[in-house]
């Protein structure tokens, strides 16, 4: 299946490979048309055609460090030692927990979710600071949507709500949502009305036909007044005042949606992480569902991470439940609140922690990182960062996407397999994880054969 | 598959195999290498199990267990997860029950029934690999799926411009490149009305769908016969248009006779045997659809039987859930570019309520009134019609007048005394059970190593103690065979087993490809050349052998 070829003319050219339809996994938009050109001799992309400004970064910055492949306090170990290491910590924990995996595989995230079953942890993932408010409006409300592709082409009216994709997700516009001809939008953008819905002007605006700012914090109260209106309710007179939107635009805004073929609400952090949170993401999901009562109404969060999407849908096949599991019973329990890994860390909870694709110990709140440097953790990451620094058990592994295959989902739970550029000469998360878990599953049958 | 010369002797249980005539006696059944085979050496380990009735593994030919729709099922319902934990042993994962029970608790549970195959109905392509990932973690059971192509607008096109061949061509395209086991249609043309016309939905099977300039039933019948010549396994397996409408038998009937000729498979048929008006009481039209499906040897059928309690409507048909949804019950819309629609909802089915009792009461007339077991199968569209954990309760009711009696008296008492069940008294033998599980789904879907327990046989064995209350028998077997090996014994796991995937390869022309691509580049938002699920997702897998294309079974990697 590998659309790779081998120019013949550049026989004296440095070793050149293109690889067709590869896949961007910077972002949640999972572009899968990258024509990516790899100096294999000097194990670089010299050329992401197709990719944004993004992607390009990403693609062409990426290169082989000089790092070892795993270390423990700071010190080079063979692999197979940390890896022992890694199980006898995580063996030995009475509270291990599992953060992360959002850049990486679905391959992989299936064995973390075994680990953490076999050692009865906590697995949690990004999801749990970005669209967990989202997750928790879902299971309230429900979801009207649909993939990106119906987005392109059949929605003649696109709202975007507390994003900001010209700079976040740069080719959402120009792939999947504004620009675009599709089979009923045969004018691309001409035949779509953009609104941008936001507390200030963002780079965003000029794609939209009309800007609406809305008082910081103030999104839940001009979503429920948007919902009263599409049921023919009375709002508060003051909700200029309130909202700082008026009423003329507002009921603009509810007769372009019933009257629209196919509508579309996009929202980001902007919504699911300001006051209000997944009150936000819920008003937002059920003004989409009201709508279809008038027309094809769908909606959509913009995820950030390349495989955040892939990770809530492994963690909820494997357990019922998108993020913040614990296994500590021998099944799995949800508790937002209670098993999501800042909340647990600021409270002192963890004894260990296994960080995936992530690092907490740069963006995490203080009493968090206070806690993490607490206690052992074992991390994997394809750069060093400030976690993997301060680990007992650091491995380097190698790029998704970009050394390694597997499986991601774009935001919109459209599955789609990668194509690696060129080798690394580091081991992949899921060999990793792997290891460890066969590790582990050796500890226990030991420690029952003791025991008996 | 064991193939480490693992040898078993399961002796002296009463044998019900109905594909091979033997109803009750007592025999040995051997197994070798994961088959059933003739001769053991004296090594074999020996099961007695005098007493004991002995079953090929049940087979469900119609459910909804894996992929984006059963995942967006169980992100919704938190609530039902809580409720049914599902606690991990020594050789077994953990999990989550509830009526779409995480990956891992489906593959055992259904072993828990003496279940060991499976095939999820409803798959759009763009989302087949999800369903084969999410497959690979439902352990026990082998497992395929039939994808959705009766809204496919690259076919609809063909159809509309009368390219006979090449529709044949990219259906068996799009089967290949799903890696599924045939063709399911939901609702044909239901889609364009309802993402395209502002939630609307078809109404008559006769009116054109804009902009195909086609009808329903045109679609339905060209499906029906592509799919019959290019020898699938399994044949079209259809969810008639209006299902849940008072009335829709006549729909189900025309559905039915545009078939005439070819194999169809009319799925969760109950929910489409309704008489009476549209908008109006639910009445009963089973006789009329069980009368025509008895005398027409072309179609097979799953019943989709309803049983109180928790349920989900699960469906590719998005306009039905959105029609079920009282004021404010949590729903999901899910669109699927250029193939398919897709709405979740939770719901529940009350003894008390018209309506639902007489949804359970026709699943149950459908069955007492059928003279052909090898073509009107069991299920119950799982999740929809009831989660298969009542499978063993609605076996029961089958078997047992007096306990059907018993339940009659304490369900909403209009809808029986307007149904036929008060008038039949017919009983099922467990020979017929053995038929309505096990060996007529095996056949429906070509599966000649299945559902029955001849030497050749795929030794998938359920054991089960025999109990006058057959509810309280087949709710728990005793030992569950599967591929050769002990997975549970004396009612506990003592292994774990991955399963194998089902799927076909019908002939093609590869030059269709040409044709297909440039739509790709049009309309959808991902790439020709990643759409395809390639082979590295198939682990242990069996290409299920084409009808008239000799015996002899493709079997590749582990």
């Known amino acids: 299946m590998s659309e790779t070829k081998t120019p013949e003319t550049e026989k004296d050219e440095p070793n050149i490979r293109i690889v067709e339809d590869a896949t961007c996994t910077f972002c949640g938009c999972v572009c899968d048309d990258m024509e990516l050109t790899v100096d294999l001799d ?110 392109k082409n059949r929605a003649d009216l696109v709202i975007y709500w507390g994003g900001n994709p010209a700079e976040s997700h740069p080719r959402h516009f120009t792939r999947y949502t504004v620009t675009p001809k599709g089979r009923y939008i045969p004018n691309g953008k001409k035949d779509r009305y953009v609104v941008l819905i936001d507390v200030r002007k963002t780079p965003s605006a000029p794609v939209a036909d009309q800007l609406i700012r809305v008082k910081p914090g103030r999104d839940f109260e001009l979503l429920w007044a948007l919902r009263a209106l599409v049921r023919g309710r009375d709002i508060d007179p003051d909700i200029e005042k309130i909202t700082g939107v008026s009423r003329e635009v507002l009921d603009e805004l509810v007769e372009r949606m019933k009257n629209c073929n196919f509508g579309v609400l996009f929202f980001g952090m902007g919504l699911t992480m300001t006051r209000g949170r997944h009150f936000n993401s819920g008003a937002l999901l059920a003004l989409a569902t009201d709508l279809n009562k008038y027309t094809h109404f769908v909606a959509k969060p913009v995820r950030g991470h390349g495989n955040v999407t892939g990770a809530d849908n492994v963690v909820s096949w494997q357990t019922g439940y998108p993020f913040g599991v614990n296994f500590h019973r021998g099944y799995p329990r949800f508790n937002p609140g209670e098993y999501t890994t800042v909340d647990l860390l600021a409270r002192g909870d963890a004894d260990a922690a296994l960080m995936i694709a992530t690092d907490p110990a740069s963006n995490f709140p203080k009493h968090a990182i206070e806690h993490l440097k607490k206690i052992p953790v074992i991390s994997l990451d394809a750069k060093p960062t400030y976690t993997s620094r301060q680990a007992r058990v650091a491995f380097m592994v190698a790029t998704y996407g970009i050394n390694t295959g597997g499986t991601v989902y774009r935001m919109d739970d459209v599955p789609i397999t990668l194509r690696p550029a060129f080798d690394s000469p580091f081991p992949t ?21 003791k025991a008996a | ?81 809580r409720l049914d934990v599902h606690p991990g042993t020594d ?36 989302a087949a690999r999800h369903v084969i990932e999410e497959f690979h973690d439902t352990p026990v059971i082998d497992k395929g799926f039939y994808v959705l192509l009766g809204n496919n607008m690259f076919l609809y096109d063909l159809l509309k411009q009368g390219r006979k061949q090449d529709f044949k061509d990219a259906i068996a395209w799009w089967v290949t490149a799903a890696r599924a086991a045939s063709v399911k249609l939901v609702n044909a043309g239901g889609d364009e009305f309802w993402k395209g016309r502002r939630n609307e939905n ?53 559905t039915m006779k545009a078939a005439e000729g070819h194999r169809a498979h009319i ?24 009368d025509y499906i008895n005398t027409h040897e072309n179609i097979t059928t799953d019943i989709g039987m309803v049983m109180f309690g928790k349920a989900t409507a699960m469906t590719a048909d998005a306009p039905l859930t ?44 459908l069955f007492l009134l059928s003279q052909d077991p090898w073509r009107v199968m069991f299920s119950t569209d799982h999740p929809n019609g009831a989660s298969f954990r009542t499978y063993p309760r609605l076996i029961r009711l089958l078997m047992d007048r007096g306990f059907r009696a018993e339940m009659m008296k304490q369900v909403n008492q209009k809808a029986i005394s307007n149904s036929l069940l008060p008038q039949l008294d017919r009983e099922y033998s467990l020979y017929e059970i053995a038929i309505i599980t096990r060996a007529a789904p095996a056949r429906a879907l070509g599966l000649a190593n299945k559902g029955h327990l001849g030497v050749g046989a795929d030794a998938d064995i359920t054991i089960y103690t025999d109990d006058e209350n057959r509810e309280r028998m087949f709710n728990a077997p005793r030992y569950v065979i599967k591929a050769g090996k002990p997975i549970i014994e004396d009612h506990e796991f003592v292994d774990d087993h991955i399963g194998r995937f089902l799927h076909a390869e019908p002939v093609y022309d590869p030059a269709i490809e040409d044709h297909i691509r440039p739509f790709f580049d049009d309309y959808y938002s991902i790439r020709f050349n990643n759409y395809r699920v390639d082979a590295s997702y198939l682990h242990d897998h069996e290409v299920m052998p084409l009808r008239n294309s000799g015996n002899g079974r493709k079997k590749k990697g582990k």
């Open chain 1, 429 to 449: 998360d899921e060999e990793v994880l792997t290891g460890i878990l066969t590790r582990l599953k050796k500890l226990r049958a030991n420690g029952r054969k």
């Open chain 1, 42 to 151: 000097a194990n670089r992309i010299t050329k992401a055609k197709n990719a944004c400004v993004l992607g390009r970064a990403w693609f062409l910055q990426h290169g082989i460090e000089d790092h070892p492949q795993a270390m423990i306090d700071g010190r080079e170990v063979p692999l197979e030692e940390a890896m022992d290491e890694a199980a006898r910590i995580l063996h030995e924990a009475k509270f291990p927990i599992t953060y992360g995996l959002s850049d990486s595989p679905c391959e992989a995230q299936r064995v973390a979710v075994a680990i953490n079953d076999l050692v009865r942890g906590n697995i949690d993932t990004t999801t749990s600071v970005c669209h967990g408010p989202s997750g928790i409006a879902f299971q309230g409300v429900g979801e009207s949507t649909s993939t990106l592709g119906e987005v």
């Open chain 2, 91 to 126: 050789v077994t994962r953990s999990g989550v029950g509830g009526v779409t029970p995480s990956t891992f608790a489906t593959g055992y549970r259904y072993a828990m029934l003496g279940y060991t195959t499976a095939f999820d109905a409803a798959v759009p392509p763009l």
């Open chain 2, 322 to 365: 959105w029609m079920l949804r009282n004021k404010d019950t949590k729903w999901i819309n899910a669109d699927t570019e250029c193939e398919s629609g897709c709405g979740v909802m939770p719901f529940s089915y009350q003894d008390t309520n018209y309506t639902h009792t007489m949804q359970w009461a026709i699943g149950l007339e």
């Open chain 2, 1 to 81: 598959m064991a193939e480490n010369g693992t040898e078993l002797r399961i002796k002296g249980g009463k044998v019900y195999d109905p594909a091979n005539g033997i109803d009750g006696e007592v025999r040995d059944i051997l197994v070798r290498d994961g088959r059933i085979v003739d001769k053991v050496s004296e090594k074999a380990r020996t099961f007695n199990i005098p007493g004991m009735v002995v079953m090929p593994g049940g087979i469900d030919i119609h459910c909804h267990i894996a992929g984006p729709k059963v995942n967006l099922s169980r992100k919704l319902q938190p609530e039902d997860h």
């Open chain 2, 202 to 254: 078809v109404t008559d099977v006769n009116e054109k769908i804009d902009p195909f300039d086609l009808t329903p039933l045109h679609a339905t019948a060209a499906f029906i016969e592509a799919v019959d010549e290019l020898n699938m396994p399994h044949p079209a397996h259809i969810h008639c248009n209006n299902l849940g409408h008072s009335g829709n038998i006549q729909t189900t009937l025309d």
């Open chain 2, 267 to 290: 799925a969760h048929v109950q929910f489409h045997s309704y008489a009476g008006e549209l908008g109006k009481r639910v009445q009963t039209g089973s006789e009329a659809i069980i």
